[in-house]
């Protein structure tokens, strides 16, 4: 719900269906207080979420803590501008680690606000020049037309599917492939044979619960006992 692209990407949203803002405050805190008429509508016609107690302050360290939120609740992310300490490209570091796909619009290299999304694309993510690019890298959520009910219908389905696979069998058998040595994301979704929702899911649970590291180069190593 930030100022710029944030507060207008919700705008566009909520011109056609909803929208979900993730707090780095409490639900209560309207930050930045110019968007209380859109934190109002956002709450009227979709979701105002944070993991934050009510009544918390907005504080530079909650907002990296917010972003991993962001990206896990998303199907994948598109970075458009960040500068090379932006805080979207620490979102699109959690969404590569959580399975997602990462997608960034390509700029200018004399443009410090293009650096970022240069340099995802440089290191592998997917060059978006339009909308449509976007549609066409995403078959698995556009659902034939007779069976479409709504974006809403979409999400729900989604998460049917990750409820489906996400079973105590399958959280053992990640478990089990984790071992007490570092495993990098890769290895263990070829281990696994889950779907990359799924093991991000399950390593997110691990995370929240205290018994996972994130390594770099894309590594986990699980710590601590149930």
């Known amino acids: 719900m930030a ?4 507060g207008a990407a919700h705008e566009g949203a909520l011109t056609t269906g909803h929208t979900v803002a993730v707090l ?3 639900v209560d805190v309207v930050y930045p207080p ?3 008429d859109l934190y109002l509508r956002i709450a009227e ?3 105002v979420v944070s993991e934050m107690p009510p009544g918390t302050e907005p504080q530079a360290a909650l907002f990296p803590r917010r972003n991993r939120i962001i990206s896990g609740a998303s199907l994948d992310v598109v ?3 960040a500068t090379l300490r932006s805080g979207s490209l620490i979102t699109a570091r959690l969404a590569a680690e959580q399975g997602r796909d990462v997608f960034a619009v390509p700029g200018s290299p004399l443009d410090p606000r293009a650096q970022g999304p240069n340099g995802l694309i440089r290191d592998g993510a997917t060059l978006i020049q339009s909308a449509e690019n976007i549609l066409c890298e995403l078959p698995s959520v556009i659902v034939p037309a007779p069976n479409f009910c709504s974006p809403a219908a979409a999400a729900l389905q989604h998460i049917e599917i990750i409820r489906e696979n996400n079973t105590p069998e399958t959280r053992r058998k990640i478990e089990a492939a984790l071992g007490l040595a570092q495993a990098g994301v890769d290895e263990l979704l070829r281990q696994c044979q889950v779907s990359p929702t799924v093991l991000a899911t399950v390593l997110l649970e ?3 619960a ?3 590291e994130r390594l770099p180069g894309n590594r986990v190593l699980l710590i601590g006992t149930v």
């Open 45 to 47: 016609r979709g979701a």
């Open 79 to 81: 970075v458009v501008e």
């Open 24 to 26: 780095a405050a409490g």
């Open 210 to 212: 205290g018994r996972l």
């Open 34 to 36: 110019e968007h209380r």
């Open 206 to 208: 691990l995370d929240l």
């Open 3 to 6: 100022r710029g692209i944030d």
